[in-house]
């Protein structure tokens, strides 16, 4: 069992960075892939980003490639998205997410969820 728990959004004006941060609970973090997830308003909620359980693997929505970075700390029980450049198209509620699985975008494939941090970024 993994509880998660956002932070670190926030306001940003457009070309502005932020940085996400994902602090779980349970003793195996270490064997679980992150991955984080946004939905905007109106919108299903959709892959951003996923870094393998030790951090070899990562993979990104064609949307942020370039502009983010997903990390992992496992020593503490912790995944960041650092997110650079940002645009309006960005705004949306931001989830952290850990499955058993490699390293998959599929969201169905993530049973563990946090609730969310919020990113809205201004024209």
């Known amino acids: 069992q993994v509880q998660l728990v956002e932070s670190g959004g926030g306001l940003v004006q457009a070309g502005g960075s932020l940085r996400l941060s994902c602090a779980a609970s349970?003793?195996?973090?270490?064997?679980?892939?992150m991955g984080w997830f946004r939905q905007a308003p109106g919108k299903e909620r959709e892959f951003v980003a996923a870094?393998?359980?030790?951090?070899?693997?990562?993979y990104y929505a064609d949307s942020v490639k370039g502009r983010c970075t997903i990390s992992r700390d496992n020593a503490k029980k912790t995944a960041y998205l650092q997110m650079n450049s940002l645009e309006p198209e960005d705004t949306g509620r931001y989830y952290c997410?850990?499955?058993?699985?490699?390293?998959?975008?599929?969201?169905?494939?993530?049973?563990?969820w946090g609730q969310g941090t919020q990113v809205t970024v201004s024209s």
């Open positions: 997410a850990a499955t058993p699985f490699q390293a998959t975008r599929l969201l169905e494939q993530y049973p563990y």
């Open positions: 349970g003793r195996t973090f270490s064997s679980y892939t």
């Open positions: 870094v393998s359980w030790v951090g070899g693997s990562k």
